[in-house]
Nanobody, 123 residues
Framework: QVQLVESGGGWVQPGGSLRLSCAAS????????MGWFRQAPGKEREFVTA????????YYTDSVKGRFTISRDYTKNTLYLQMNSLKPEDTAVYYC????????????????WGQGTQVTVSS
């Protein structure tokens, strides 16, 4: 089992920045690809970004490319999401996720989820 706890959400004006964190505990953190998903009100949960166990490869949905950066710190067992140039359409609950593989495969759902953290972008 892997337990995931997100933090860092909040309110920010358009054009601002936030950094989300996801603390992992339980089974070996380094053995999983990890990612971030989000769910806006009235919409389905969608993939945002993922990173392989080795951090050699990262993946982003088109709408966040160039604005969001995923990273991980093995010493702290923590996953990060740096979000810059935020837009109102980025408003959503953001979920941290871990895969049962060291690799990320598009369309394969994660095995573990955090509880989510709210991000609100508005003026």
């Amino acid at each position: 089992q892997v337990q995931l706890v997100e933090s860092g959400g909040g309110w920010v004006q358009p054009g601002g920045s936030l950094r989300l964190s996801c603390a992992a505990s339980g089974r070996t953190f380094g053995g999983y690809a990890m990612g971030w998903f989000r769910q806006a009100p009235g919409k389905e949960r969608e993939f945002v970004t993922a990173i392989t166990w080795s951090a050699d490869n990262t993946y982003y949905t088109d709408s966040v490319k160039g604005r969001f950066t995923i990273s991980r710190d093995y010493t702290k067992n923590t996953l990060y999401l740096q979000m810059n140039s935020l837009k109102p359409e980025d408003t959503a609950v953001y979920y941290c996720a871990a895969y049962s593989s060291v690799y990320y495969y598009k369309g394969v759902p994660p095995s573990y989820w955090g509880q989510g953290t709210q991000v609100t972008v508005s003026s």
